[in-house]
């Protein structure tokens, strides 16, 4: 019915503009680069692009954005897909460095921490997201770092300098992006060495943040720059923890001293080097990137436990030690409602980040086009001790000791012909994971520990063409061939039980897209796209102890595909002063991977294979008010039944909750110039979710539920001098007390919820001065 749909549009469109002309001429003025600026009077430009009022022109209206989501420049409101921009003054004015700085900029974009840690991240796009951080899964959102994949959310929480742009692409783009980027990509476009000088930045903030970042941007020759970047960043811990409070005596039987004063503490530095040739015809860009970070992982409160919890462990009442009703240790008295600000857990706990990156992109002018080649290695060593259990007693703490290194290389064609633009493309990748997994239950040493690995060998090609019917309408066709090959290794040293595997998967992937300009202001597209997201084996699959062999045999899963149909519009009116832009979308997901905790462990998971629809739309505008007033509006919605399927051993299984996938978001903002300084105001509202995939009215795992929330921040932008920008700053303003993800342990582990807190209230100024 979809592509009866999406066809439908295209012979109308085209029966339409039958008997109008093709201006060659035009057309290929539009497809090239340099004539973009000046057709900024006769497009639409797109609200989806987040300006400042740095960025703002004279006229007070809305400037256009250029932006790279299709691999070649193009205006962001004649891209026929669902795409917002941050442009290069909001991402200083709103001091964006990181993932999680850009979460809700977006509609149907959630993005934040995952469960316990400050590094690895949780995405989901339109109800579809990677919910489990082990190094051997695969994302359903594709992250890129000036062209280079970034294939995992472990580690991906790291400090980025010298940003120009941040595109956010939603739904499928499984043509130009490929495998994990079903449900949207994510690109960091860094700004490239000019020879503009030096850069200083700083800030200073409550919890004793401190952070200071130093660019030198030098000419070498005509044609040949360099740019260093440096930056430290250090904040105390928003949660102090202390002895027990209650006075439980120390030892295996009792509570244990406290090693660590505080929780979710911060203490990073980064740095970047690029040379960078630009010449006629010839550009050369060879970057080195360092990320180091040191900290401790926020705090997992204690929020809900079985009132007989020890008992589903034989670890309740012990004759002639424990009086009757008396408990080995009385977790019940650490259960807590709301943000702490004090805790008291025993383990050492840490989270620490190491990142190496090379990138070498050359690209050149031919007769055919631009040909690009991007090659890139990255390697990652990361280690993290969680305390799960919110208390200072020996229960349940874990270690994940991570090595990671990955390799790619893409080569493009990028050109045009007449009113024929394309792009032809070729990318390879190869990485490999290992994962050291010790785990400490009941004051017992690693029992449970494991170990995992995975490599991936994949390479794709690629083609995507524009074909203008006319100055007017254009279809875009896309095919992407996907081979991958995964070796994966898993063991349990305590009970002897390991096992290897490997597995082929294949994928073709197809974009078809009917845009039309249907007035000078006005533009509308349908769409049809695929994605698809790489299979793989279970790396936190459990043991069955009944037979001491894995549960489900170290079977592979299969690969998730999705088929999405969306239709949008982009205008602009009122001479560029107001900008709307819509997309409805229909996904149908097969083969979705869903990771379902079973609470066996730390790290003990199920895979399962289901089939969904995701139904939504997305609505983004932007207005001036008047010549010194400005508003945003980004509202998205999802319409999400339940889901069916298998697990990797055929048992069936119907779950009704989708992971970070709130019907409703919103996200508003309000500028105002005065004299000497603008006040903006954001405003975030999302409605109620769930943390994890558990049937919702199951009361056993309500606790993956979270409410909520409406959080506003402030800053106040100065300006002092040409060089001087000051900027006053609060997050959190209304001090909102919400929960942002948890782990449900689930009636198997006495119900024992870990729950994590967003930050509260923090207040900051930040300074950059151009040298």
Known sequence: MKKFLIFNFAFLIAFVNADAPVDAVAVAKQSNDSSLASQAESRPVSIAAYESESSVGSSGGIEEVVVTASKREQSLQDAPIAITALTESTIEDLNITSLTDVQSMA?????????GNNTASTIAIRGNGTMNPAITWENAVAMYVDGVYIGKTQGSLFDLVDLERVELLRGPQGTLYGRNALAGAINFISRKPSGEGGRVKATIGNYGLRSGQFSYDAALGEKLFTKLTVMKKSRDGYTQNYASPYGIAQGVFGANPVVVDELDTIDMKASRLVFSYQGDAVNVDLAFDNSEQNNTPPYGHLTRLLPNWSDVFGVGEIPGVLPPGGRLWPLEMFVVDGRQERASIDSPVTEQSDIDGKSLTVSFDTSFGEVKAIYSD??????????????????????????YTSESFELQLVGSRDNLNYVIGYFDFTDEAYTDNPQFPFALDNPEGQQYSGDTDAEAFYAQIDYSLNDKTTITAGIRETDEKKDGF????????????????????????????????????????????????????????????LKDGFKAYAPETVESTEFGFKGVYLDNRLAVNFAYFMNEHTDMQVAYFTAAGAASSEVLNASAEIDGMELEIQAYLSDTSRLNINFGYLDIGGYTGNNVAGDGFSLQAFPYSPQDTVFLTYEKDFANFTLRLDHEHVSEHYAFPYNSKDPRYEHSYHAGRDVTNARLIMKPSENLDLVVWIKNLNDKDYTYTNIPFGPAFGNLNATYFAPPRTVGVDLRYKL
């Open 378 to 403: 990255r390697e990652l060593q990361w280690y993290d001790h969680n305390d799960y259990d919110g208390s200072p007693f020996p229960i349940f703490s874990t270690i994940r000791d991570t090595e």
């Open 490 to 549: 898993k063991t349990y040293s305590a009970f002897g039980v390991s096992a290897s595997s490997t597995a082929d998967f294949s994928n073709t992937s197809t974009t078809f897209i009917v845009s039309h300009q249907l007035t000078d202001n006005t533009n509308v597209y349908a769409k049809l796209a695929e994605g698809f997201k790489g299979g793989g084996f279970n790396a936190e699959e459990q043991v069955d102890f009944a037979t001491f062999q």
């Open 107 to 115: 509609p149907n974009v959630h993005i934040l921490r995952a469960p």
